[in-house]
């Protein structure tokens, strides 16, 4: 597993096995982590830089529709990062 971004308290993009995945925090008083398997689109516009991991986030925090069928359960969680970071 390889860690391409990491945000502390909201989000870790990830690569298993050739996959992307997108780790982020939902909720309010009560904050749980979710994981969303990218589409090759959205690999390419962050690729590209015509889209942001925080752009991502933003969506699938606004509409549950938009990663539906995608959510992959447990979350995936990185290693805890050496260096004392999220």
């Avoid at 995945?21 to 830089?49: C, N, Y």
């Amino acid at each position: 597993m390889e860690v391409l971004e990491r945000e502390p308290y909201s989000h870790v993009l990830l690569v298993r096995d050739g996959e992307w995945f997108l780790t982020f925090l939902v909720g309010r008083a009560v904050m749980r982590d979710v994981t969303v398997r990218l589409t090759p689109a959205e690999i390419a516009a962050v690729e590209a830089g015509e889209s942001t991991t925080a752009d991502l986030v933003e969506t699938f925090r606004d509409d549950r529709s938009s990663y539906e069928g995608r959510r992959v359960t447990p979350p995936i969680r990185p290693p805890a990062d050496p260096d004392g970071g999220a």
